[in-house]
């Protein structure tokens, strides 16, 4: 896959500010204020930042957390890494094309992956089927 490399000014001027904030900074949006959390619809949850597909929506479901979740990603579409911002290391996951923040990967999630791909809706797009 080709990656996309942008400077912050070019990031900037195809990003809402609160996109910038989580996808080329990490920052976290607020739990409960995303539309995409109670989207049902079957479709295709994309990457804000480049529009390639992360999440299928037949593998979301609400895990209460406030911020929609995945039991899967699609598979090469996301890379993760070792953070360790709050002390205790977590897998923080971007996407694989323009390296942009998604969220967090835990091991609480339901099968039958037992993942919680736990993701900032506002760094997601949304095309239904």
């Given at each position: 896959?080709e990656r996309?490399?942008?400077?912050?000014?070019e990031?900037?001027k195809?990003?809402?500010a609160?996109?910038?904030?989580v996808l080329?900074?990490?920052?976290?949006?607020r739990?409960?204020s995303?539309?995409?959390?109670?989207?049902?619809?079957a479709?295709i949850y994309?990457?804000a930042?480049c529009a390639?597909?992360?999440?299928?929506?037949?593998?979301?479901?609400?895990?209460?957390?406030?911020?929609p979740?995945?039991?899967a990603?699609i598979?090469?579409?996301?890379?993760t890494?070792?953070?360790f911002?709050?002390?205790?290391?977590?897998?923080?996951?971007?996407c694989?094309r323009?390296?942009g923040h998604?969220?967090?990967?835990f091991?609480?999630?339901?099968?039958?992956?037992g993942q919680r791909?736990?993701?900032?809706?506002?760094?997601?797009t949304?095309?239904p089927?």
């Amino acid at each position: 896959m080709e990656r996309i490399k942008r400077s912050d000014a070019e990031w900037r001027k195809r990003l809402t500010a609160a996109q910038f904030a989580v996808l080329r900074r990490a920052a976290t949006e607020r739990p409960f204020s995303s539309a995409l959390l109670n989207e049902h619809r079957a479709g295709i949850y994309r990457c804000a930042g480049c529009a390639l597909p992360l999440f299928e929506s037949r593998h979301k479901f609400d895990s209460g957390t406030g911020w929609p979740s995945f039991f899967a990603a699609i598979n090469g579409h996301v890379e993760t890494k070792l953070d360790f911002k709050l002390i205790l290391p977590r897998t923080e996951y971007h996407c694989a094309r323009c390296g942009g923040h998604q969220g967090h990967r835990f091991d609480d999630g339901p099968e039958p992956t037992g993942q919680r791909w736990c993701n900032n809706g506002v760094a997601l797009t949304f095309d239904p089927a």
